[in-house]
């Protein structure tokens, strides 16, 4: 079967989806993306995926096209009979000229593509990810630290580094030294009977996954304190984890060589992860 996306208002074949050589997104990375996960055909909280992609969109100055998003993304799942699947949205400023001024992007543009999607086996879960120390700095005072950037190439860099070294993320420090997340995933341990996760302040990203594991953890009566952390603290913590749409609750058991406590996954982490398996049930009605 032939794969169809959504472009600019219609759906077509992928073999025939053109997007302008002077599009800002491709000449400057001037855009934006959200990444989803459709279970049964639903995709879980495509609703906050669109919000904050509106609110980044305001920010950098395109258009919103989020109204016509959540019917188009819909369509693509239909088109392309998908069930499980994994759903890109990009935006950018639209096509401009080969001088850097966005006062030439009139229209904005805008792609859905989806592909069918396989978790990670039960035994991936079972040991967890193992993680490096990217050399890549994350800088909190960036303005594209806060947002899903089009411009993900120090994400990639940062991902290239951990597959060299034969791990499955890397953890990103700021410039202060703090961690601040992981290549593409956000990131949280257990100390005591605390839920501690870097603070937006860090310079992560604040993913939707990540937001609804803090709700989860206060629905279950576990606080959760969002702050500056060391390498240090998570190093000694009894037990971590790793967030974003796709893997939602990864179990993160060993950084730099090093496990973390006994480099097993943890009981809130596997609370944390039937919990919000639990919720994607309800929310979505997928079995």
Do not use: W
């Not at 053109?18 to 996960?37: A, C, H, K, Q, V």
């Not at 050399?135 to 994400?155: C, Q």
């Amino acid at each position: 079967m032939k794969r169809v996306v959504y472009l600019n208002g219609k759906l077509t074949p992928l073999s025939r989806a053109n997007i302008s050589p002077l599009d800002y997104g491709f000449l400057y990375g001037y855009g934006l993306f959200e990444t989803m996960r459709a279970y049964g055909g639903r995709v879980f909280r495509l609703d906050r995926h669109l919000s904050r992609l509106s609110g980044a969109s305001e920010g950098l100055g395109i258009p919103d096209a989020t109204p016509e998003l959540k019917e188009a993304v819909v369509a693509v799942l239909e088109a392309n009979k998908l069930s499980d699947a994994r759903i890109r949205i990009a935006v950018s400023i639209g096509e401009g000229g080969i001088t850097p001024d966005t006062r030439r992007c009139r229209k904005p543009t805008v792609l859905v593509v989806a592909e069918s999607y396989k978790p990670h086996p039960e035994s991936i879960y079972n040991t967890g990810f193992k993680a490096i120390i990217s050399h890549i700095t994350r800088y909190s005072s960036s303005p594209l630290s806060g947002i899903k950037s089009a411009n993900y190439l120090e994400n990639m860099l940062a991902k290239q580094e951990a597959i060299a070294a034969g791990a499955d993320e890397a953890i990103r420090l700021n410039e202060r030294g703090f961690v601040a997340e992981a290549s593409m995933s956000n990131i949280f341990f257990i100390t005591g009977s605390i839920l501690m996760t870097p603070s937006p302040e860090s310079g992560i990203l604040p993913g939707i996954t990540r937001e609804t594991v803090i709700e989860l953890a206060g629905r279950l009566g576990i606080i959760t304190i969002e702050r500056y952390i060391t390498m240090a603290e998570l190093l000694q913590a009894q037990e971590a984890f790793l967030t974003n749409s796709l893997i939602e609750v990864m179990p993160l058991t060993e950084v730099d060589g090093k496990k973390i406590a006994s480099g097993k996954p943890g009981p809130v982490t596997e609370r944390l992860r039937t919990e919000y398996k639990k919720l994607v049930m309800d929310e979505t009605g997928a079995a």
